[in-house]
């Protein structure tokens, strides 16, 4: 079966959040909460609507435990490396006297 239509991709969940037991347990209780949920409300009769549902509600229960991954660009190079510190301002120095000349 084809999909009807392109599916958004998800941002990434903090998993390293799982680690702590404390976050673990809040983890269990929403997804069991939002799982029995689908017993109490009737999910629609064909398998792709109750794995859609399965699909969604197990995101949204971890989304909101664990929160997004955050992103930090790391530098190129380090700031206290000396070498490359020294590297960097010689090729500027020559790259101006290039542009001098």
């Not at 009807?4 to 702590?20: I, S």
């Not at 976050?23 to 909460?33: H, Y």
Request: charged share 30%.
């Amino acid at each position: 079966m084809k999909h009807r239509y392109a599916r958004k991709t998800l941002k990434r969940l903090n998993t390293k959040a799982v680690r702590e037991t404390d976050i673990q347990a809040i983890l269990v209780d929403k997804l069991s909460e939002a799982l029995c949920t689908a017993t109490l409300h009737s999910v629609a009769d064909t398998a792709d609507d109750k794995w859609t549902f399965i699909r969604d509600s197990t995101y949204r229960a971890a989304a909101d435990v664990l929160g997004y991954k955050r992103y930090a660009h790391r530098d190129w190079f380090d700031e206290n490396n000396l070498a490359a510190i020294q590297h960097v301002d010689e090729l500027h120095y020559k790259h101006l006297v290039w542009i001098s000349d």
